[in-house]
């Protein structure tokens, strides 16, 4: 056995109202509602892989705005990336050397 085994007591109290403890706890916490908050915020219910995929989702559309606002630069860049998320990044790096070098060349004007 783990824990050893334990007595309880229950004990049946009438009502709240005319009860010193009772009345010095809602006294107590009457006053805790008015007053800031001290301390370390409280754990909010959100899981860790929920807030990453809103950031990731929030970062995504922040540079395709990016991307898409650039109207006078970056022109043959983007031509040839229509979308920069995900698929283009995936499809970039599988490049080998020769085709990263041509697309490097088209982008800048510097070729080999």
């Known amino acids: 056995m783990i824990f050893p085994p334990t007595t309880s007591q229950e004990s049946w109290i009438p009502g709240y109202s005319g009860i010193c403890e009772n009345e010095i706890a809602n006294e107590l916490t009457r006053e805790g509602t008015v007053h800031q908050f001290v301390g370390p915020e409280p754990a909010l219910g959100v899981s860790k892989q929920n807030i990453k995929k809103k ?7 922040q540079n395709v705005t990016m991307w898409q606002g650039l109207t006078c630069t970056q022109r043959q860049a983007q031509e040839l990336i229509s979308d920069p998320r995900l698929a283009a990044k995936t499809r970039l790096l599988s490049f080998n050397k020769m085709q990263s070098c041509t ?4 982008l800048t004007g510097i070729t080999p």
């Open 55 to 61: 950031i990731t989702c929030w970062l995504s559309n």
């Open 103 to 106: 697309v490097i060349g088209l």
